[in-house]
């Protein structure tokens, strides 16, 4: 297991933070450089394999970016031929470092504090004989002076499992813990904030992927983390108690956060002064996003369910983890006349999966699914997934009214027969809130007299008879009009066919004819980016582009929209004639 410690210490003087990286040289601080030194170091007890809070541990091997120190038990204690198969790894450990570890994450996610505290450039490396399971930590208390944390080494410090390293495997575990160094400088140095530890954590887990120890996948650490994360997937993302789900979470989160939106979501989020799901929110809307973190956490929740390939929103990237998909924890069969009632023990920040059979043949009727919570302090997102015996699912998000949804699937939908249908909820409640919620999901079977009235009767429910209309999605209007638009968020533009034609997801897609009200629940939005481009542009009608030629502020006060924009391929952008700046 991979360990980050937060100390009592860390808060304590995080106000010391900036001062920490400029005192370099405390007393006692300064490194000894001759192969074979010994030095005293501080060790935290909890993971030391004997409970030790210091050893003695011999500087065996020095890199362009790192120094390697032994502990000298571990050293002791070993056989001749072991020592042999020490020495190999050590060189190609140091040797992974310097060319792939340090230079992959410094540029990754910057720099970590150097010279620091120390005065010395090299991230001291400390191989320890830890406890089975743990494979390295890190301590931010070493950051500090002796007058703040007597227990401080005063280094840029991380600790790696000797058993790692006699394995042959230290390089995994130390491109985890660097991030954390790195995170540190980061954050609580240039910042002065200290990062929420799950996002730390899953920087930390990416950072394994980043340097490519999880390739091959099997028996990677990634592969580990899959293994824990399908097995416990109900664990509560926020909460963070160092168990392996927690883990499984953090690396499975980095995957899906990096496949959907790119490295960047988690590279510059972690150099400003906004920590946690509010430096993602941050970041997501600064790009025009629509969904708030807490929906995207509901949408990674149906990726890892039906993993679609191809599909960034509802499937994972890496090829790797193709097969991937995480069982529901409630299946049910219906059938006619039975009524089930599922309670659901939820926390915030906590996803669950409910499947639901359909009686084979199903034509008549509909199935009724009413998700409520009793908790008014709580709050939820759910999806809905249809999956029709063809083989095609549709994705939709659940709308709630004073704490409840409703859903019908109805036997003539668009993907009759329906096979099943799988609810996916998620408590998006403040992470402060320490108290869980029931959450009640009833299902039965309804016949179509009952579908009818309650299409009479109930707004805001959910008919799932009708092509769903979603992201990227082609409509056009019920009756004589001929535009055909593609959906974003609450946006919509009109698609030529030459520009149809450009993309190849768009190019054959039949659009949804839909009424007044659906079409008009879009606006209609003639802003584009070119992928490459940093430019904003409104298009005319007469195929000519217009540079929005204003600041982000002039942009914002003028009232417009920055979700408004649609991000387009190069090749759309080279389409349109060049006209006029548009300056207010």
């Given at each position: ?204 887990e990416y950072s394994t992927s980043l340097t490519g120890y999880n390739r ?369």
């Open positions: 297991m991979l360990r980050f410690v937060k100390s009592s210490l860390f808060r304590q003087f995080k106000r010391f933070a900036v001062l920490a990286t400029v005192l370099a040289f405390w007393p006692g601080a300064a490194l000894g450089t001759n192969i074979g030194q010994s030095e005293q170091f501080f060790v935290n007890k909890n993971y030391d394999q004997t409970g030790r809070t210091q050893l003695t541990a011999t500087l065996r091997i020095q890199g362009k970016h790192a120094s390697v120190y032994l502990d000298d038990r571990f050293l002791n204690g070993i056989t001749s031929r072991q020592l042999t198969t020490v020495e190999s790894n050590l060189k190609k450990f140091v040797s992974e470092f310097d060319s792939n570890i340090y230079s992959t994450e410094t540029v990754a996610w910057g720099s970590e504090p150097n010279p620091g505290i120390d005065g010395d450039s090299k991230v001291v490396i400390l191989v320890e004989s830890l406890l089975p399971g743990f494979g390295g930590y890190f301590d931010g208390i070493h950051q500090f002076s002796a007058e703040q944390a007597p227990n401080s080494n005063r280094r840029e410090i991380i600790f790696v499992s000797a058993d790692a390293l006699l394995a042959g495997n230290a390089g995994m575990y130390a491109a985890h813990e660097f991030q954390h160094l790195i995170s540190f400088n980061q954050k609580e140095v240039l910042n002065g904030v200290s990062e929420d530890i799950w996002l730390n954590e899953t920087r930390s091959p996948v099997s028996g990677s650490n990634l592969s580990r983390r899959l293994s824990v994360f399908t097995r416990e997937p109900e664990d509560n993302l926020l909460s963070w108690d160092n168990t392996p789900a927690d883990y499984g979470n953090a690396m499975m989160l980095g995957e899906y956060l990096v496949g959907r939106y790119g490295q960047g979501i988690l590279t510059e989020t972690l150099k400003n002064k906004l920590t946690g799901a509010a430096s993602l929110n941050a970041w997501l809307a600064s790009r025009g996003e629509r969904e708030k973190f807490s929906e995207v956490v509901n949408d990674w929740a149906v990726a890892s369910a039906i993993n679609i390939q191809g599909d960034p929103k509802y499937g994972y990237a890496n090829p790797d983890l193709a097969n991937s998909r995480v069982a529901p924890g409630v299946r049910q069969s219906l059938r006619p006349q039975d009524h089930f009632i599922t309670v659901v023990d939820s926390k915030p920040w906590q996803s669950s999966w409910h499947e639901f059979l359909f009686p084979e043949g199903f034509s008549d009727g509909a199935a009724k699914f009413k998700l409520s919570n009793t908790e008014p302090d709580h709050s939820l997102v759910a999806s809905v997934v249809t999956f029709g015996t063809n083989g095609k699912k549709s994705v939709r998000q659940m709308s709630f009214n004073s704490g409840t949804g409703t859903v019908y699937v109805a036997a003539d939908s668009e993907f009759a027969p329906v096979s099943k249908v799988m609810i996916v909820i998620t408590d998006i409640s403040d992470p402060e809130n320490k108290n869980s919620s029931d959450i009640t999901l009833a299902s039965e079977m309804i016949t179509d007299e009952a579908l009818a009235s309650a299409r009479e009767t109930e707004r805001g429910a959910i008919f799932t008879d009708e092509p769903a209309v979603g992201e990227n999605s082609l409509i056009k209007r019920r009756g004589s009009e001929k535009d055909v638009y593609v959906i974003s968020g609450r946006y919509k533009r009109v698609l030529t066919p030459p520009v149809q034609a450009l993309y190849g997801h768009l190019a054959n897609q039949r659009p949804v004819e839909v009424d007044d009200a659906v079409f008009n629940s879009y606006m209609t939005t003639n802003y584009i980016r070119p992928e490459s481009d940093k430019k904003v542009y409104t298009v005319w009608p007469d195929g000519t582009k217009h540079w929005l030629n204003m600041t982000g502020k002039q942009f914002s006060d003028s009232g417009r929209d920055w979700s408004a924009i649609f991000v387009v391929s190069d090749a759309e952008g080279r389409l349109y004639k060049s006209g006029a700046d548009i300056k207010q």
